[in-house]
């Protein structure tokens, strides 16, 4: 896939690396539509990546019925639809057992739904109107990108919902690919490690320095633009189908 041609949706496209990639599809001459809930956010990027090259719809990702709505909507805006990259995603960090007690159900649920029940629901609305596309080279007819976490191998005390919820990502990758393949329709994960994004930026000096310091090389928080790099990738190596791929800098999260 020429990255010309991408039509794209990304979701959390307003901020991070949503935003990232948003900003390097248009770069390159495509297309996007970001789906997040942040309206000034998603004013504030539209304008800058331009309007006539992005659009901003705010979109719950575990909607159901409003992801159906936004994806059609979306392909009209864009000309036609042929990538998906989730990136919307929350923290949801707590313990199983805290000092307050167990866990809400609600808070795993809601991780859970946002993470992987989110993923899901924009990339099946999204292949079902991908199908239909004129196959390229390869009968390729579209691609979704989305993304994980290096907590999904080893999540960390605190985060038995998020880690649960960015596995459940890797899980579905394969069998999704799977599935597409008779649609020309490639599935891939990414799973990145410690990323400067807004959230690391608001933590304290010794914080950022001591996640930077246990990424054994490049010795540092990982770049939005290497992700969207990455992602950008992805899109355009037609073999590469059904696989997660870390980025991380070699990094293994200790248990806390």
Known sequence: MQLSEVRAIVTGGV?????????????????????DVDDDKG??????????????????????AGVSTNVAAAKDF?????????????LGAGRVLGREGPMKLSQFQATVMVNLV?????????????QHNEAGEDGERGAI????????????IGQAAYSASKGGVVGMTLPMARELARFGIRVNTIAPGIFWTPMVDGMPDDVQKSLSASVPFPSR?????????LVAYVLSNR??????????GAVRLAPK
């Open 118 to 130: 989110g993923s899901f629901n924009v990339a099946k609305a999204a292949a079902e109107l991908m």
């Open 221 to 229: 928080l990982g770049q939005p633009a290497e992700f969207a790099d």
């Open 239 to 248: 073999y590469l189908n059904g696989e997660t791929i870390r980025l991380d």
């Open 78 to 90: 864009l000309g036609g639809l042929n990538v998906v990259v989730n990136c919307a995603g929350i």
């Open 15 to 35: 901020s991070g690396l949503g935003l990232a990639v948003a900003e390097h599809l248009v770069a390159q001459g495509g297309k996007v539509v970001l789906f």
């Open 43 to 64: 004013t504030a990027a539209t304008a800058a990546l331009g309007e006539g090259h992005a659009r901003y719809l705010r979109t719950d990702v575990t909607d159901e």
């Open 145 to 156: 990108v989305n993304t994980a976490s290096v907590a999904a191998y080893e999540g960390q």
